[in-house]
């Protein structure tokens, strides 16, 4: 109830303060950082793969771009859905430009209820003095509880998932960040999770990122369907995870960015959601 309370408490409208008008709109052309390239490249491979159309849900919600006249901070967000329905819920493409807290580039791929393969969640970018972060993880689905299913471990927390953490954790000064204050992303947070900052080469982050974007194709490749019967339970734990990842981004945006605005950017960060999906968006 507290949940659906407060995405009902936020519709789309043409006056929201912070967001920037549709009408009189400045397109933030921010100077490319070293990351957004990588950032570039690896959304144009997720687009290719999956044949990703762009939907009108952030523009509904008037956040496809947005500036907080507090801090001047910027975002922008989109969600796309597959042409052809296949494997996909839908991917969540977004972006902050912060004059204090650095830039950051989000590609989140959210699977659907016809296989098994884990949800990716992407994360990256620089901070302020020059370093780089990365925030990988392969998000677990299905029923049993991670760890009681060895077919599901080995198949996508084996050798591979493992020894990309280790590399990670051992990059040039990489520190571990500290975790989200909300219970609801630290919930959906996976044992395999990358969460490093402080890296001193772009290049090692990039290479974290692709190698993290590869590895979740090559499951694609070889997924096998869910049978039908199964579905439906994937589907309402799916969107259970959507629904944590919602409370998080709240968390999140309204400590940086107060209630009104803070909402539409979780909302827009999330994409659509059952109970969260009032009154907009495609």
């Not at 290479?207 to 070889?222: G, L, M, N, P, S």
Request: glycine letters at 8%.
């Amino acid at each position: 109830a507290l949940f659906l309370s407060a995405v009902s408490a936020f519709q789309p409208s043409s006056t929201f303060v912070g967001s920037v008008s549709r009408n009189n709109i400045m397109k933030r052309t921010p100077l490319k950082m070293a990351l957004e390239p990588t950032f570039d490249a690896l959304f144009s491979k997720v687009t290719e793969k999956f044949g990703l159309q762009v939907t009108d849900f952030a523009e509904t919600y008037d956040g496809q771009n947005w500036q907080c006249p507090k801090t001047g901070n910027s975002g922008a967000a989109d969600w796309y859905s597959e042409s052809s329905p296949q494997y996909l819920t839908g991917v969540s493409k977004t972006s902050v430009w912060t004059s204090g807290i650095g830039d950051a580039y989000t590609i989140n791929i959210w699977m659907g209820p016809s296989y098994d393969v884990p949800n990716l969640l992407l994360s990256f970018g620089d901070a302020p003095d020059g370093t780089f972060f990365v925030d990988a993880d392969y998000v677990p689905r299905g029923s049993d509880p991670l760890g009681s299913n060895v077919a599901y471990m080995d198949k996508y927390y084996g050798e591979d998932v493992i020894s990309a953490w280790d590399t990670s954790v051992g990059l040039t000064g990489a520190e571990f960040m500290p975790p989200s204050s909300s219970f609801h992303t630290r919930l959906l947070s996976s044992p395999a999770r990358i969460h490093v900052k402080g890296l001193k080469r772009a290049d090692d982050a990039a290479e974290v990122a692709t190698a993290h974007v590869e590895r979740f194709f090559e499951w694609i490749d070889v997924a096998q369907a869910v049978p039908a019967r199964l579905r439906g339970s994937y589907n309402m734990r799916d969107d259970k995870l959507r629904q944590f990842f919602y409370r998080g981004e709240m968390v999140k945006n309204i400590d940086l960015y107060g209630d009104e605005l803070g909402s539409m950017i979780a909302a827009v960060n999330t994409g659509p959601v059952a109970e969260a999906y009032v009154g907009g968006g495609s």
